[in-house]
């Protein structure tokens, strides 16, 4: 039997999540969870979900809950509460309104699920994974965030239409924050198991066309449409049935960083990890000097800013 809670599914991307999460295969109960004050939307989407169960001929039970007591039993939290960017604004700028909502969130999956894993989505995502880590209390292998991996689909498919070929042959990372200083890790990219620095066309690839193109693709999105749902939304489920199926596959996303990349870490980041029922573990790498100087100066940012949010936390607390 397998539960997966999703708090924040009242929302844009929460609700879509809800939607790809309930079609996994051995997934069991998909929980709609909300704030008090939210009962008739989360019934009513919880609905809408049984009526595209049964559309869909699975017996996937979609329940919902305003209370935090019924965390109880989940394997996989999935936490997309919180506010999201308006045109003009960066992810970081959401980070203290964001880490508020979050804190409590968190010990209250601390107190009532602590055996569960939890994938933060709220932005910036890699500030929250932290937030969410030291206010559940919970072991870091149990506590990470979407991270790059969205980053990295986006690169992959921006690579596989330049080079002709289905998505599959190609296999690409970046790593770093879930923003502005993300890296892309040429050095690890193949196409059809070739380094893709040993393909002739390599030389006339318009990299930075190519990242800026992945860094912009969420501002472009929510200027235009409103918000990003689809592409995370589909990305959240991917790594949740990563973890319900065991499978062990090596995705990149926001994880607790020791030393696994040239002794750098000390904070929650995009890196390659190793995901399955136990969790996530950061996969030991090495890279090439200039992606280690911006990888370097992307955890720099993340641990200072993740620093500063968790003294501002202390300072709102302390003063009651
Ligand atoms: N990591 C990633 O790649 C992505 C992250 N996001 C982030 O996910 C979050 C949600 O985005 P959307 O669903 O588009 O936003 P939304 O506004 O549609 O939904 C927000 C949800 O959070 C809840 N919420 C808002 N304030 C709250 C509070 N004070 N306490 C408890 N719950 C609260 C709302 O009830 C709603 O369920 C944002 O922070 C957004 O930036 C969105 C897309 C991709
Ligand atoms: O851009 C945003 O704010 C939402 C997000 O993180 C993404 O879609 O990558």
Same mark, same amino acid.
């Given at each position: 039997m397998s539960k997966v809670t999703i708090i924040g599914a009242t929302g844009r991307l929460g609700s879509f999540a809800s939607h790809a999460i309930s079609g996994i295969p051995h997934v069991d109960e998909v929980m709609l969870a909300g704030r008090p004050g939210r009962e008739n939307s989360l019934m009513a989407l919880s609905h809408d979900l049984t009526d595209s169960c049964a559309a869909r001929g699975t017996g996937t039970k979609i329940t919902w809950s305003t209370s935090p007591a019924d965390y109880a039993g989940s394997d996989v939290i999935v936490v997309t509460s919180g506010v999201p960017r308006k045109e003009g604004q960066d992810r970081t700028d959401l980070a203290l309104e964001n880490a508020r909502i979050i804190a409590p969130i968190a010990e209250q999956i601390g107190k009532y699920a602590p055996d569960a894993i939890i994938l933060m989505i709220t932005n910036p995502v890699d500030v929250m994974t932290a937030?969410?880590?030291?206010?559940?209390? @919970?072991?870091?292998? %149990?506590?990470?965030?979407?991270?790059?991996?969205?980053?990295?689909?986006?690169?992959?498919?921006?690579?596989?239409?330049?080079?002709?070929?289905?998505?599959? =042959?190609?296999?690409?990372? $970046?790593?770093?924050?879930? /923003?502005?200083? @993300?890296?892309?890790?040429?050095? *690890?990219?193949?196409?059809?198991?070739i380094r893709i620095s040993n393909l002739p066309a390599f030389s006339d690839l318009p990299m930075d066309e190519m990242v800026d193109?992945?860094?912009?693709?969420?501002?472009?999105? $929510?200027?235009?449409?409103? +918000?990003?749902?689809? /592409?995370?939304?589909? +990305?959240?489920?991917?790594?949740? %049935?990563?973890?319900?199926?065991?499978?062990?596959?090596?995705?990149?996303?926001?994880?607790?960083?020791?030393?696994?990349?040239?002794? $750098?870490?000390?904070?929650? $980041?995009?890196?390659?990890?190793?995901?399955?029922?136990?969790?996530?573990?950061?996969?030991?790498?090495?890279?090439?000097?200039?992606?280690?100087?911006?990888? /370097? *100066?992307?955890?720099?940012?993340?641990?200072?800013?993740?620093?500063?949010?968790? =003294?501002?936390?202390? =300072?709102?607390?302390?003063?009651?």
């Open positions: 937030v969410a880590l030291r206010y559940s209390g @919970m072991e870091p292998r %149990q506590v990470f965030g979407l991270g790059t991996h969205l980053d990295s689909m986006r690169l992959k498919v921006l690579i596989a239409r330049y080079f002709q070929v289905h998505v599959s =042959e190609v296999h690409t990372r $970046i790593i770093g924050e879930h /923003g502005e200083s @993300m890296v892309p890790l040429w050095s *690890a990219t193949t196409i059809g198991g193109r992945v860094k912009n693709s969420g501002s472009f999105i $929510i200027k235009n449409s409103g +918000a990003t749902v689809y /592409g995370p939304g589909d +990305a959240i489920a991917t790594l949740v %049935q990563t973890i319900i199926g065991n499978e062990n596959r090596i995705l990149t996303v926001s994880s607790y960083v020791r030393s696994e990349v040239h002794d $750098i870490g000390d904070t929650c $980041i995009g890196v390659p990890a190793r995901i399955n029922r136990e969790g996530v573990v950061p996969v030991s790498i090495r890279i090439e000097d200039a992606e280690l100087a911006a990888f /370097g *100066a992307s955890v720099e940012k993340i641990r200072a800013l993740t620093r500063n949010i968790f =003294e501002k936390m202390d =300072e709102l607390r302390s003063s009651g």
